[in-house]
């Protein structure tokens, strides 16, 4: 397990921390955590904090108690497509709960299962179809997440992207949020770039 994934996820358990200060000083470590100048090294890096970004948006997002079909059903983070993280994601969330239910992480061959995921990650291999994606999901309380451009502009929730110093940073599109049943914390609104879709 690397270090970054091993200081995240001890930072994530430290319950006398207010999640808020914890994403914020999240936000500072990785502000300070440059890229390795190798590919391959910067593109696992990249990964390991938006697996830990993903994770976080379930505690700053609510979902509407019909995006749950019984008490004990766990939290599904879903990754559709290629999956970019590899276990990375799975050492994030491992022993984590959310509102007292377990986490998951699920891989989905097809779009049809998605719609058990409370938050769904949109790989970049599916460039090609997200706006039928997109279409698919939108009755339904589901935190899309992809790291492709314009993915919030046509209809996603949250994209990743990369500013100019490389840092790992996202935008949120509120109006999509609240049509999808979700609401989003203000904090969390604070420091994501705000995006109107078109």
Not at 57 to 67: H, K, L, R
Not at 82 to 93: C, E, K, R, T
Request: some cysteine; proline content about 5%; aromatic content about 12%.
């Amino acid at each position: 397990m690397s270090f970054h994934i091993k200081f995240f996820r001890v930072l994530l358990r430290t319950q006398w921390l207010p999640r808020v200060l914890m994403l914020l000083f999240m936000c500072g470590w990785i502000a300070f955590t440059p890229l390795s100048h190798a590919q391959t090294d910067e593109e696992i890096e990249e990964y390991q904090i938006k697996a830990v970004y993903l994770f976080n948006f379930a505690n700053f997002f609510t979902w509407p108690s019909t995006a749950f079909q019984y008490n004990a059903q766990p939290f599904r983070i879903c990754v559709l497509g290629n999956d970019p993280f590899g276990i990375d994601l799975d050492l994030v969330i491992e022993d984590e709960e959310v509102e007292g239910r377990e986490v998951v992480v699920q891989r989905i061959p097809t779009l049809r299962k998605s719609v058990r995921c409370q938050i769904l990650f949109v790989s970049q291999s599916e460039r090609a179809k997200k706006t039928t994606i997109l279409n698919y999901v939108r009755p339904y309380p589901i935190l899309t997440v992809g790291d492709m451009e314009e993915f919030a502009t046509r209809g996603g929730m949250v994209e990743f992207f990369n500013s100019a110093s490389n840092e790992v940073r996202f935008s949120i599109a509120p109006e999509t949020v609240k049509k999808g049943g979700l609401i989003a914390s203000s904090n969390l609104l604070e420091i994501a770039k705000i995006i109107r879709p078109r």
